[in-house]
């Protein structure tokens, strides 16, 4: 079993920064395309970045695209999400996701991901 652990989140001001992280146990790490989603309150999970096994292939909401950077450390179990210059249509709850390989994967789609953290809230004021 694979658990996802989230931590970071906090309160912040507009054009502020943020680094959040999730770890994970239970598995090899490396066998597993990671991901962020978000879901913010009356709105459906949409997805935020995706990173493959290695860290070298990455991929962005268009809404995130140039403020925020999604890395991996397979040595630490350990998935981060740096935003940079965070508005407040960023607050949300982010949500860490592990998809393992062999199966059907897109990587903006929930359902490729078997694994869910708790989530970790991300308030950002104007």
């Known amino acids: 079993q694979v658990e996802l652990v989230e931590s970071g989140g906090g309160p912040v001001q507009a054009g502020d920064s943020l680094k959040v992280s999730c770890v994970q146990s239970g598995r090899t790490f490396s066998r597993y395309y990671m991901a962020w989603f978000r879901e913010a309150p009356g709105k459906e999970r949409e997805f935020v970045a995706a990173i493959g096994y290695s860290g070298s292939t990455t991929e962005y909401a268009d809404s995130v695209k140039g403020r925020f950077t999604i890395s991996r450390d397979n040595a630490k179990n350990t998935v981060y999400l740096k935003m940079n210059d965070l508005k407040p249509e960023d607050a949300a709850v982010y949500y860490c996701?592990?998809?393992?390989?062999?199966?059907?994967?897109?990587?903006?789609?929930?359902?490729?991901?078997?694994?869910w953290g708790q989530g970790t809230q991300v308030t950002v004021s104007s």
């Open positions: 996701a592990a998809a393992a390989g062999g199966h059907q994967y897109t990587h903006f789609d929930p359902n490729s991901y078997q694994y």
